[in-house]
């Protein structure tokens, strides 16, 4: 099948060219996102592999059906960016690779929970110049703290598996209540007691129109005075401005994000030698007690492998007529 692989960066390059080694498929890679502008580039092409974020939008969508192509591949878990009603209507299929390595995404959770309650990301930089002093270091143990965990799929239920390893009281929001977890000893409590309840809230719920801004300055207003913070999931759960009129009235104590409301334009690119224009993104990079990351979660060697591997076997499945099995599923699809 010959297909065009936006939002290439070498490692996909490398991960889907050593997958493909024993397939036939043929890959053009393209550096841009998949966009209205850029949907032209998919004439010939009978599928297209993308990433969190090319948008695959109605326009787009319409613009690769007229081009004869009947898949979007996405090489990623999530799926907001992608009009499903309209991917439905035009008859394609979109597939996705629902579980790589969920334990890559909450091990990174829990780092960035570690780095913030040990101040590590601040004494790497003070030691670098030579400044091997403790005074504003000072941390707290995770230990003993009650944790929150919003989401408790396959993601949330490894986060909050490592937080009740560490000893903390863990809390748990869904909208499925998890067998395994309460066999543990995790409670179950409503989003409202969650946000009340917890020292750290982590958030593991997919974006849908339900959980856009989920933490937003509402939320905030009930949460424990110096709540930490902490959302790998999908930029648009957290309501940014809010974030950072907490954290500047100390409401928030500690903020980790790997994921941006407005990431499309920065993440995964360079920007050491460049203005970032974006005043919002260069405000939060400044707090000593906010840790950004550039949606690095899902990025181990592990990982990247299962993602190649399971975005091909989706490919060869379509292209052989069977049903791959990381299609996604119209029927859970909420008519709009
Ligand atoms: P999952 O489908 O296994 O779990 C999601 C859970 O959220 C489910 O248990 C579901 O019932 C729950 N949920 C849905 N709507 C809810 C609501 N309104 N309130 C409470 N709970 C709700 O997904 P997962 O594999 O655990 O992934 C979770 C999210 O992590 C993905 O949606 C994706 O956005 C994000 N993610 C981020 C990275 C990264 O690199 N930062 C990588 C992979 C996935």
Request: hydrophobic content about 40%; aromatic content about 8%; some cysteine.
């Amino acid at each position: 099948m010959k297909i065009a692989v936006f939002s290439t960066k070498p490692y996909d390059k490398q991960y889907l060219t050593e997958a493909n080694a024993k397939r036939n498929h043929e890959f053009v890679f393209y550096e841009p996102h998949l966009n209205e502008q850029t949907c032209r580039l998919t004439e010939g092409f009978q599928a297209v592999c993308v990433f969190v974020n090319d948008e695959l939008t109605e326009k787009v969508l319409q613009c690769l059906a007229h081009h004869g192509c009947r898949l979007a591949a996405l090489r990623c878990a999530g799926f907001n960016n992608v009009d499903l009603h309209a991917a439905k209507k035009l008859g394609m299929t979109v597939t996705r690779v629902p579980a790589y390595s969920p334990a890559s995404i909450s091990e990174f959770t829990v780092g960035l929970m570690l780095t913030l309650s040990r101040q590590i990301h601040r004494a790497c930089n003070r030691t670098r110049e030579g400044n091997f002093a403790l005074d504003g270091l000072l941390g707290f143990d995770l230990c003993g703290k009650t944790a929150g965990i919003f989401g408790t799929g396959k993601i949330g239920a490894g986060t909050a598996k490592i937080l009740h390893g560490f000893g903390c009281s863990v809390l748990a929001s869904d909208l499925y209540e998890n067998a395994e977890l309460k066999s543990l000893g995790i409670r179950y409590a409503s989003p409202d007691d969650l946000f009340r309840q917890s020292d750290i809230i982590t958030l593991h719920c997919p974006l849908l129109p339900e959980t856009q801004h989920l933490i937003n300055a509402q939320t905030i207003a009930v949460m424990k005075p110096g709540v930490m913070i902490v959302n790998t999931s999908r930029g648009e759960l957290l309501d940014t401005d809010a974030a950072i009129a907490g954290l500047k009235s100390g409401k928030i104590g500690a903020l980790a994000i790997d994921v941006y409301e407005e990431e499309s334009e920065v993440f995964f690119e360079d920007f050491s030698s460049r203005v970032i224009q974006d005043d919002t993104l260069a405000r939060i990079l400044t707090f000593p007690n906010a840790v950004i990351t550039g949606h690095q979660a899902f990025f181990t060697k592990e990982a990247m492998s299962a993602i190649a591997r399971q975005t091909l076997d989706n490919i060869s499945a379509f292209e052989e007529g069977r049903i791959p099995s990381g299609i996604i599923d119209w029927e859970n699809i909420k008519p709009r």
